[in-house]
């Protein structure tokens, strides 16, 4: 045969096997059903639409055994499988699926990211590597991933956002969020109630309308919150080696704890009373009906407000 025939051969079998193969499937759902969807590796696109059923598109890698869709109207389960012990060596598998708006979906992933728009349910998505984006859920949200950021931004009541090393950003109207990273910083902006935000080494950084309770803590990165302090309203922010700094878009009704062991303490407050020196400050604004502790081992601490 002649040898550039076989060449065109070869790159044409190699160009089919990286294109893989293309998916267009379609199965019924309930509006308040829900979609669970398995894809080790390559990516998760996840869309909400109008319509009464599950739509399913994309590539399935070289490599991959098969896509298994299973369930019924009201849960239905997608999974990319591969042959036992293989799917390291499989090629990467894009799947989108649009799924009806008002219901719930659930999304896991090893190597794979996540992208997910207008699905207003009970959002679960998991993966280990791979990023995770959400633009909707107005129920609950739960974005984890380990080594991938995790970006979200939400209308839902609670929502939850971690990652081990990657960045953590939250932008909801949210009553409850719990956002938390290991060595990558955390972003909450736009929340009305109770944060809980946490980071070994990275910084904290809390934009609130409302707060009703925040507890925020780092090891090694600064602390900083703003935001209107609720009647009863509870702070707790520390830092060991980084500065930790809140400012009040109102007039606080609390008392405050302040402390540092080898940073320095600043207080613009114009209702403070009580004030006493050292580096443990305690004193009360208004009449007293909230409470702020702050405090920092080798960094400052700055409480400022109207």
Same mark, same amino acid.
């Given at each position: *045969?002649?040898? !550039? ?12 096997a990286?294109?893989? %193969?293309?998916?267009?499937q ?7 059903? %829900?979609v /669970? ?24 890698g ?7 869709i299973?369930g ?5 389960? $997608?999974? !990319? ?8 060596h499989?090629k990467e ?5 649009? *799924?009806?708006? /008002?219901?719930d ?5 090893? &190597?794979a #990211?996540?992208?997910?728009e207008? !699905? ?7 993966s ?5 984006? !959400?633009?909707g859920g ?16 939400s209308? +839902?009541k609670? $929502? ?7 960045r ?5 109207? +949210?009553?409850?969020v719990?956002? @938390?990273?290991?060595?990558? /910083?955390?972003?909450?902006e736009?929340? =009305? ?9 990275? #910084?904290?950084?809390?934009e609130?309308?409302t707060?009703?309770? +925040?507890?925020?803590?780092? %090891?090694?990165?600064?602390? &900083? ?10 702070v707790?922010?520390?830092s ?19 402390s ?11 209702n ?8 443990n400050? =305690?004193?009360?604004?208004g009449?007293?009906k ?10 400052s601490?700055?409480?400022?407000? @109207?």
């Amino acid at each position: *045969m002649n040898k !550039v025939l076989v060449a065109l051969l070869i790159l044409g079998a190699a160009s089919y096997a990286v294109a893989g %193969t293309e998916i267009n499937q379609t199965r019924e759902l309930a509006p308040d059903g %829900t979609v /669970s969807i398995d894809n080790v590796k390559g990516s998760i696109k996840i869309f909400g639409w109008d319509k009464k059923e599950v739509e399913i598109t994309g590539t399935l890698g070289n490599g991959v055994d098969k896509l298994d869709i299973s369930g019924s109207k009201s849960r239905l389960r $997608i999974k !990319v499988e591969y042959p036992s012990g293989f799917w390291r060596h499989a090629k990467e598998s894009d799947l989108v699926i649009h *799924m009806p708006r /008002s219901a719930d979906a659930e999304a896991n992933g090893v &190597s794979a #990211s996540i992208v997910l728009e207008d !699905v207003d349910g009970e959002l679960d998505l998991e993966s280990v590597s791979g990023s995770i984006r !959400v633009d909707g859920g107005t129920k609950s949200v739960s974005a984890q991933s380990v080594s991938g950021s995790v970006r979200v931004e939400s209308n +839902a009541k609670r $929502i939850e956002a971690s990652s081990i090393s990657g960045r953590v950003q939250v932008e909801a109207s +949210a009553e409850e969020v719990h956002a @938390k990273s290991v060595s990558g /910083s955390v972003t909450v902006e736009g929340v =009305s109630g109770r944060i809980r935000a946490s980071s070994v080494s990275g #910084s904290i950084h809390v934009e609130a309308k409302t707060i009703a309770e +925040a507890k925020l803590s780092t %090891t090694s990165g600064s602390v &900083s919150l703003e935001g209107a302090l609720a009647d009863g309203g509870e702070v707790d922010c520390g830092s060991h080696s980084g500065s930790v700094t809140i400012e009040f878009t109102n007039k606080p009704s609390a008392r405050f704890d302040l402390s540092t062991f080898s940073g320095s303490i600043h207080v613009d407050l114009d209702n403070a009373r009580g004030l006493s020196g050292g580096r443990n400050l =305690s004193f009360t604004t208004g009449e007293g009906k909230g409470e702020v502790d702050a405090n920092s081992f080798s960094g400052s601490v700055r409480i400022s407000g @109207k």
